[in-house]
């Protein structure tokens, strides 16, 4: 599996931004997505997941209201739009995906197995 993350650079406060991951390598539709964020000397945190069908989604309560994971099987993608951004929000993002047909169940850095590079997003307050 290969997720490529794109979208990031620098926003303003209270700005919008959304961020891709391209899958591919496997079924898409069989791995739950998810979205996690590591700030400098911090610990990588988990951000939003998506099930297979899209029709659930979980989020860290710092960023419900506020973000919205989405995908699209049909084009192997996974989005985070980040609505209303804080200067803690600044981190690096990781697109990852759990192994194939399991749950949203948990959201620790280890319940996902494959992982992308890594986008850079800066919000300027």
């Known amino acids: 599996v290969e997720l490529q993350a794109s979208g990031g650079g620098l926003v303003q406060a209270g700005g919008p931004l959304r961020i891709s991951c391209a899958f591919s390598g496997r079924t898409f539709s069989d791995h739950t997505m998810g979205w996690f964020r590591q700030a400098p000397g911090k610990e990588r945190e988990f951000v939003a997941a998506?099930?297979?069908?899209?029709?659930?989604?979980y989020y860290a309560d710092s960023v419900r209201g506020r973000f919205t994971i989405s995908r699209d099987n049909a084009k192997n993608m996974v989005y985070l739009q980040m609505n209303s951004l804080k200067s803690e929000d600044t981190a690096v993002y990781y697109c990852?995906?759990?192994?194939?047909?399991?749950?949203?169940?948990?959201?620790?850095?280890?319940?996902?197995?494959?992982w992308g590079q890594g986008t850079q997003v800066t919000v300027s307050s």
């Open positions: 990852a995906a759990k192994l194939p047909l399991l749950p949203l169940g948990k959201f620790h850095v280890e319940d996902f197995h494959y």
């Open positions: 998506v099930s297979w069908s899209g029709g659930s989604t």
